[in-house]
């Protein structure tokens, strides 16, 4: 299987241009997650999506857009793409979340790295 | 104030020393605890969880933490390092009705020959 899968791995945008990230995931999860990862910063959730249809803000939700119409796909689009998205980007996966039934273990992709100018 | 909170953003160890990462976590999170690992150009990937019962949790690559709900702490350890151990450690938790995680800022570990 191939987990989850991020495109493109690199993207050198300029300022005001948007673009589109895609994860996918094959591991039938119901929860996926966009994180942008900034130094100093950690990992800072930007969205999220509990099921096929749904979308929730995150702390970072400011510039981007998401949708999942699929259950397998979860995209993260820039309209008007600024340096401060400057950013490396991870998406993540998890079959369920609370109790004891294995709560939520993310499985992230290998991030995607955007470049703002 | 922050969620989870790692106390230490760097640090340097010895190869074949022990070493402890440090993670407090508030209570506006719940205590379902993860420490995750990330390789330079990476991916993070899952070392430990601490759902319930025994406080003491064993992990991948000879990583163990403990849970202590008194002093809201999550520290990781490891009783002797490896170069392979050099990488970035996230402590996380669930939180938001635990539909979403949590995570800490990171504290890199880089073992020195």
């Known amino acids: 299987n191939a987990g989850v899968t991020q495109t493109p791995k690199f993207r050198v945008l300029k300022t005001g241009q948007s673009m589109t990230l895609l994860c996918a995931q094959d591991m039938n999860h119901e929860y996926m997650y966009w994180y942008r990862q900034d130094p100093g910063m950690g990992l800072r959730l930007i969205h999220y999506s509990v099921g096929e249809g749904t979308t929730a803000k995150g702390e970072v939700p400011d510039g981007y857009n998401v949708s999942r119409l699929k259950k397998q796909n979860f995209l993260l689009g820039l309209e008007s793409a600024a340096p401060s998205q400057t950013s490396v980007y991870f998406c993540?996966?998890?079959?369920?979340?609370?109790?004891?039934?294995?709560?939520?273990?993310?499985?992230f992709g290998a991030g995607s790295r955007l470049t703002v100018l | 104030a922050q969620s989870v909170t790692q106390l230490d953003s760097q640090v340097p160890v010895f190869e074949e020393a022990p070493v402890e990462l440090r993670c407090n976590y508030s209570s506006s999170v719940s205590v379902y605890l993860f420490w995750y690992v990330q390789y330079p150009n990476q991916g993070l990937q899952l070392l430990l969880k601490?759902?319930?019962?025994?406080?003491l949790v064993k992990g991948i690559n000879g990583f163990e933490a403990e849970f202590n709900k008194s002093q809201t702490s999550f520290h990781l350890r490891k009783p002797s390092v490896h170069i392979s151990d050099t990488a970035e450690y996230f402590c996380?938790?669930?939180?938001?009705?635990?539909?979403?995680?949590?995570f800490g800022i990171g504290t890199k570990l880089q073992v020195i020959p």
């Open positions: 996380a938790a669930l939180s938001g009705g635990y539909q979403k995680v949590t």
């Open positions: 601490y759902l319930s019962g025994s406080t």
């Open positions: 993540a996966s998890s079959l369920r979340t609370g109790g004891l039934s294995g709560a939520n273990v993310l499985t």
